[in-house]
């Protein structure tokens, strides 16, 4: 669905662009740094998708223009003060993120603050199916947000929080101990990840 990443515009053009989206950011650009610390330029936009197979995701940026982020494991994303992972955003969310450019002129960001949820009712937008899943927990990663589930079959899967989660997830989530056996509905991101919609 998403091209490979590459620079969509010029070195000039490109910088042009950021210090432009940098400018907007006000008070968003003084979260990100008191939350995730200084360096790194800002941009913020609106997601379009997150590419989990070539670790990108788009944004729209205010002028219109599409921007595309390399990310990976360190990459964290911020929502009211929690920690997440960037498989948890979804399309329409507004977010500010700190970046830098590498290599071939594309861009990576290791820090995104959301500023605005498209979905502020616990739901989530993604599309894909959501299927009732089951399986002993193993391992518990509080700060991201994140379980791993033995569903049988020596198949391992890492199940994500959204970050836009009810409290009645967030609290059975922070309930969870390794060895309990959890009955969850979730959506595939990959082979191997699970976005939670909720627990049964």
Known sequence: ?????????????????IVSACSSLG???DILGGVLGGGGSQVNGIVR?????????????????????QYDNQTRV????????????????????RVQQVQGGGYYTDS??????????GGS?????????????????????????????????TVALPYNASS??????????SGDYVRFQGVYVNQTRVELRQFN
């Open 112 to 121: 995104i603050v959301v500023v605005q949820p498209v979905n502020n009712t």
């Open 49 to 69: 998708g997150v590419n989990t197979q070539s670790r990108f995701l788009t944004l729209q940026q205010s002028n219109g223009q599409d921007v595309d982020l």
């Open 1 to 17: 669905m998403f091209r490979n990443i590459r620079a969509k515009v010029g070195g000039a053009v490109a910088l042009a662009a």
């Open 125 to 157: 937008t993604n599309t894909g199916t959501v299927q009732n899943l089951q399986g002993t927990v193993r391992q518990i990663d509080r700060t991201n947000g994140l379980f791993t589930v033995d569903a049988g079959s020596s198949v391992i899967i």
């Open 27 to 29: 008070s968003v650009g």
């Open 78 to 97: 911020v929502y009211q003060n929690q920690t997440y992972s960037v498989t948890s955003l979804d399309p329409g969310d507004q977010v500010a993120a």
């Open 168 to 177: 009645t997830t967030v609290q059975r989530f922070n309930n969870l101990r």
